[in-house]
């Protein structure tokens, strides 16, 4: 059993910062790529940032120079630090990874999963 578990979301004034974690827990075998996507209240869920399992990172024009994207590999786990945040960050932010599970201390099947969501929200 995979799970994705976000921790971090809150309310802050317009120019704060919040820092979002996510770990990665079960039998995994190796991560390709994990992505944070948001979704605000009546608009489609968008992608925000992302990183490659050689720690590439990239992000959203909206967010660059605002959002830092960096992972503890060793815990399975990825942050987004989002600083200057505007009212516009406002939304449910939720992590994605793009993984191989492990099957018999070898590599099983890829899958895409989720965690919960994790409530941002920015006040002007």
């Known amino acids: 059993q995979v799970q994705l578990v976000e921790s971090g979301g809150g309310l802050v004034q317009a120019g704060g910062s919040l820092r979002l974690s996510c770990a990665v827990s079960g039998s995994i075998f190796s991560i390709n790529a994990m992505d944070w996507y948001r979704q605000a209240p009546g608009k489609q869920r968008e992608l925000v940032a992302a990183i490659n399992s050689g720690g590439g990172t990239n992000y959203a024009s909206s967010v660059k120079g605002r959002f830092t994207f960096s992972r503890d590999s060793a815990k399975n786990s990825v942050y987004l630090q989002m600083n200057s945040l505007k009212p516009e960050d406002t939304g449910v932010y939720y992590c994605?990874?793009?993984?191989?599970?492990?099957?018999?201390?070898?590599?099983?099947?890829?899958?895409?999963?989720w965690g919960q969501g994790t409530q941002v929200t920015v006040s002007s």
């Open positions: 994605h990874a793009d993984l191989i599970k492990s099957r018999n201390y070898g590599p099983g099947e890829r899958g895409d999963y």
